[in-house]
């Protein structure tokens, strides 16, 4: 029981509250009992006063404006509004988003009970009251699940509406909407009466969706775009529930800006990319890729550079750009075909293959070769961008790993062993190498390299018409050829980037040869050549490069290396 002093404080609070209005005055001495006072307690008097201390501790819902809630295990949180008092007909909606676990939600109305009270005593008074209360509460709707769910409703008289929301599992956040005025628009973009997405194409790499236009679209084209999102692990009920499985694999996603054309900062795991008025995220997250792509108000889409024979889920959202509210069609999923086995070029000894890389299509190309005898050299000279080996024994894996300038391996088996030599591109665009296998007695075809194949130059030996630069030598005489050009300062880049390290000088003109020269040093630690290039022109950018030529005649081409002349001596 409560002191007079609590049912003093207990009536001011009233006083202050919004909802004093809809409370009749002799209700309140129900949760207000004084010492004096030693009414029995019934079942209904208990439950509205339990009722009425849920008020006591809930947040005002606010009107016309999406809600972000966030909740505790187990810990219930309420709130609740009021409808506008002299309103004959008052309706409303609520729409709930989960965005991670099912949780518990259900609305409760409070209504004023007809007639008053008749004075008498106090046991007289509050039977009466105990009758009433039965009637003032009652649950309209509860829900439990993941599901975005709204509730319509409409009453006819003033009334009190408590939202108690629950999770059972974990801490977790959703997002509430209230509004009373249905008149003027939605929050939420529409959905079409049938929401589903359909698959109207499926490939090795590629799956191709379309979905019914969204009535918002028609009407609001220039601030409604389609986004899609694709993953390996399953469907998404709510673009706040995709945003929220992403950041809990340890990817930090910026809210709602992965859905529009904004520029941001990328994490480190993101890839950004922007083509043909689409925007593509890629995230990389421990449970394979997760893409955003956001392609306007056009509703068929092929997403391509999948993995062969992988079930990927697909989600489309429409989002409203000038609020940020999206709206879930209903995910489908699909698995890309199997790729076919791949054409297997036969390796022969001593025969050097070329092989040109897509980077695009990221396709894998294959080379085959049954040993004759234990021991097999592998030779690898990459002419352009980088690459990955995979090098597999009789189904065994033996190398993988990736591959820049000359590499060899020198492998030991059996007779008649099988290699399969697998190489694709690492970049973007298309790579190439040269490719040999051989027994390992066998005289390789191309040079012995030295340590390093960087050409040094010397900037106190720098005048305005020489450059002296340096490089390493093998142990092996060979012969060495030194090739200048003159380049400009913005052909540095797409000089050094599309040079073909495995063309020889024949592909340059003959007035960019300086000299050619023999070398060797059975002793590496002096297996080192300078060169003093003269007749240059002053403050002049120069691209030089140094060919090594093996007994077999083939070229290795050292890095190239660019200097420029002093402008004044």
Not at 69 to 94: C, M, N, Q, T, W
Not at 446 to 470: D, H, M, Y
Request: proline share 5%.
């Amino acid at each position: 029981m409560l002191s007079e002093t609590g049912c003093g404080r207990r009536r001011s609070l009233l006083k202050m509250s919004w909802f004093w209005l809809y409370l009749p005055l002799h209700l309140l001495t129900v949760t207000c009992l004084c010492h004096s006072m030693k009414a029995p307690t019934t079942s209904s008097q208990q439950s509205f006063k339990t009722n009425l201390f849920n008020f006591y501790h809930s947040l005002i819902l606010a009107d016309g404006k999406e809600t972000t809630i966030h909740l505790l295990k187990d810990i219930p949180k309420r709130y609740h509004f009021a409808l506008e008092e002299g309103r004959v007909f008052a309706p409303f909606s609520i729409t709930v988003t989960p965005c991670d676990v099912p949780i518990e939600w259900s609305i409760l109305v409070y209504k004023p009970p007809p007639g008053k009270a008749t004075p008498g005593d106090h046991d007289t008074q509050e039977v009466s009251k105990s009758q009433k209360t039965s009637s003032i509460a009652s649950t309209i709707f509860n829900y439990k699940g993941n599901s975005v769910e709204t509730y319509m409703g409409m009453s006819s008289h003033s009334a009190l509406f408590l939202l108690e929301f629950l999770s059972t599992e974990r801490d977790t956040h959703i997002t509430v909407y209230l509004t009373t005025d249905t008149t003027s628009g939605h929050l939420y973009p529409e959905l079409p009466a049938d929401p589903r997405i359909d698959v109207i194409g499926i490939g090795h790499s590629t799956v191709t969706l379309t979905w019914k236009h969204s009535p918002s679209v028609l009407q609001h084209r220039e601030s409604i775009q389609y986004c899609l999102l694709v993953n390996e692990k399953h469907n998404y009920k709510s673009l706040c529930a995709a945003e929220t499985a992403i950041r809990s694999s340890g990817m930090k996603l910026p809210p709602t800006l992965a859905l529009s054309l904004s520029p941001y900062l990328l994490e480190p795991q993101q890839v950004m990319i922007l083509s043909n008025s689409e925007l593509s995220i890629i995230n990389k997250v421990s449970s394979g890729e997760v893409r955003q792509v956001c392609m306007g108000t056009k509703n068929t889409y092929t997403v391509p550079s999948l993995s062969p024979s992988t079930q990927y889920y697909f989600d489309v959202f429409i989002v409203n750009l000038l609020t940020n509210a999206s709206a879930a069609y209903t995910g489908t999923f699909a698995r890309t075909l199997e790729e076919p086995e791949p054409k297997v070029t036969e390796l022969k000894d001593g025969k050097v293959i070329h092989v040109v890389l897509d980077g695009k299509k990221q396709k894998i190309y294959s080379l085959q070769y049954q040993a004759r005898h234990k021991k097999i050299h592998f030779t690898f000279q990459l002419c352009r961008g980088q690459i990955r080996v995979h090098i597999t024994r009789n189904g065994k894996t033996v190398v993988s790993e990736n591959l820049s300038g000359l590499r060899h391996f020198s492998l030991k088996g059996k007779l008649l062993d099988t290699y399969l030599v697998q190489l694709r591109s690492t970049e973007e665009f298309n790579s190439s190498v040269k490719v040999q296998a051989s027994p390992h007695f066998h005289k390789p075809l191309f040079p012995v390299l030295p340590e390093s194949l960087k050409i040094k130059s010397f900037s106190k030996l720098r005048t305005c018409r020489s450059v002296t630069i340096a490089w390493l030598g093998t142990q092996e005489e060979s012969k060495y050829c030194v090739y200048r050009k003159r380049i400009e300062e913005d052909e540095i880049w797409r000089e050094l980037q599309s040079a073909d390290r495995c063309s020889g000088p024949e592909s340059r003109h003959k007035s960019e040869k300086v000299l050619c020269k023999y070398f060797y040093d059975l002793n590496l630690q002096r297996a080192v050549t300078t060169e003093t290039i003269k007749g240059l022109e002053a403050g002049t950018l120069y691209l030089f490069d140094v060919y090594l030529f093996g007994p077999s005649g083939i070229p290795v081409r050292y890095h190239s290396k660019v200097v420029k002349t002093r402008k004044k001596c």
